[in-house]
């Protein structure tokens, strides 16, 4: 039986190859941090890479691909129970900019075979976007983002359908080096002390709807 590719297994497996590719440029070693859910709820983060002595270098919340033509993969987000995890993302990277710390990872990967097939050089055929460049989402619903793997464009799938810039992970290992990107975790306590999670009653189509709204108020790493 041919097993189906999950989000997991890309997590793990992509995440691998970063921390291998860093560790000629970083001392000490990264390693991976893995969320629990409660965590993830909160943040929105699936995995992070961390150095020793409280640093996380860049957190990602990985999207599997679910449908592709040629080029062109398809990401679904913003796309939980809630409908709110872009907005949780989007405002993580708001509390922690300047330095660039959050991104979604989109491996252009559509099945166990083609995944096979890509490895060990899974990066390759990953991109990166920032969630600040999509900006908030206020309508409580999910939506759709097309990468095209060679010319490198992200097309959000909205009523503008705005182009948003993607990053290789040869760009973004380069923001790493450099210290372009990464905080230490005391500092991402500290940027998140004022940030929360309300409810509001909000109207669609005429129908109300109960839905979560992510304010930058109030959401502590306990």
Not at 105 to 127: G, V
Not at 183 to 202: H, M, N, P, Y
Request: glycine share 4%; with cysteine; aromatic share 12%.
């Amino acid at each position: 039986m041919v097993k189906p590719l999950s989000e997991k297994t890309l997590e793990f497996n992509v995440t691998q190859e970063m921390i291998f590719s860093l560790y000629g440029h970083s001392t000490p070693k990264p390693y991976m941090y893995g969320y629990s859910m409660r965590y993830e709820k909160k943040t929105g983060f699936d995995v992070s890479l961390d150095l020793p002595g409280g640093n996380t270098i860049v957190s990602f919340q990985y999207k599997k691909a679910s449908a592709h033509d040629g080029n062109t993969f398809v990401f679904k987000f913003n796309n939980n129970s809630q409908n709110d995890q872009h907005n949780i993302l989007y405002y993580m990277a708001v509390a922690t900019r300047p330095v660039p710390t959050v991104f979604y990872a989109l491996p252009a990967l559509i099945d166990i075979n083609s995944f096979e097939a890509a490895l060990p050089n899974l990066l390759d055929r990953t991109r990166f976007v920032d969630p600040i460049h999509i900006g908030p989402i206020n309508d409580g619903l999910p939506h759709q983002c097309h990468v095209n793997i060679f010319s490198n464009v992200c097309t959000v799938q909205s009523e503008s359908h705005k182009e948003v810039p993607v990053l290789r992970w040869k760009d973004l290992m380069e923001r790493i080096k450099y210290g372009d990107a990464g905080i230490k975790v005391k500092e991402l306590k500290a940027a998140l002390s004022d940030f929360r999670i309300d409810e509001e009653r909000i109207w669609i189509s005429g129908e109300p709807r109960k839905k979560r709204f992510v304010r930058l108020t109030a959401v502590v790493l306990r």
